[in-house]
């Protein structure tokens, strides 16, 4: 199975922890992005975070090639992978990869968890941190040697799934902009999970003893469509995108009034 090829590779003394998150009833939750990331930064024990998608290359030395120390040592930076310096329309897609200590990503309480459905809470989270004070700053993706150290592993995507997520990332983007106004996501609670057991996958367990296994459950919180309600279905009306256009050409702003 792939839990046991993973337990094979790993064989150095360094921790690894896996986790398994199901709702209150132990069953798999709907797909929701920042419910993931906010659990896994709680999880994190280093003073840096770097957050990469799950298709996403990043080379050893990608750390020391993008220090996020301000000058005056307050570390109130955070970097991100702008897609305007993407060097092909492959790049683009590292836009979701973020930089920062800890600490500066829970001063905006992380990702905002009323979004779950696909898109926008990736320039959210970056305007979120800018609006906080943190500078941004591009991840450097090439080193002085020309070796790409950061880069989004190319896999094809339809037009038809390319205008479904435009579309969605719009309706997030009106949304989560007016309920925003009334309600800032940096005030509000994240979805709460507790640990269950810590029984591995098929009473597995591996030999290194520096991997654990959790499975967890919880995860109850609002989605930003049930916040608003009917008002949501309008949304969708605000902008239409035509065929083929790309996330990264929308607006950077449709306001819902």
Not at 42 to 54: G, Y
Request: glycine share 8%; hydrophobic share 35%; charged share 25%.
């Amino acid at each position: 199975s792939l839990w046991q090829e993973v337990l094979n590779f790993w064989n150095v003394a360094t921790p690894l922890g896996f986790y398994r998150v199901g709702d209150a009833d132990g069953n798999n939750m709907d797909w929701a992005s920042p419910k993931t990331y906010n659990f896994g930064f709680e999880k994190v024990r280093t003073e840096v975070i770097l957050k990469v998608d799950c298709d996403t290359f990043v080379a050893r030395g990608l750390l020391v090639l993008n220090p996020i120390e301000s000058k005056d040592g307050s570390k109130k930076n955070f970097r991100y992978g702008d897609y305007r310096a993407a060097r092909d329309d492959n790049e683009i897609h590292s836009n979701g990869c973020v930089m920062a200590t800890k600490q500066t990503m829970k001063s905006v309480n992380y990702y905002d968890e009323l979004l779950q459905q696909y898109g926008w809470e990736d320039y959210n989270f970056s305007d979120r941190l800018f609006a906080s004070g943190a500078t941004p700053m591009n991840i450097t993706r090439v080193n002085g040697g020309g070796k790409t150290m950061l880069t989004h592993v190319w896999h094809p995507h339809s037009d038809a799934t390319q205008d479904e997520r435009v579309v969605l990332s719009c309706q997030n983007r009106c949304a989560i902009n007016h309920v925003e106004r009334q309600n800032a996501w940096v005030g509000l609670r994240r979805a709460a999970f507790w640990k269950h057991d810590a029984e591995f996958p098929g009473a597995f367990a591996p030999a290194n003893k520096h991997i654990s296994f959790e499975n967890c459950r919880g995860g109850a919180l609002a989605s930003v469509k049930e916040v608003l309600g009917k008002t949501t279905a309008g949304l969708i009306e605000t902008w239409k995108p035509k065929r083929g256009v790309r996330q990264h050409q929308v607006p950077r702003r449709v306001r819902l009034e």
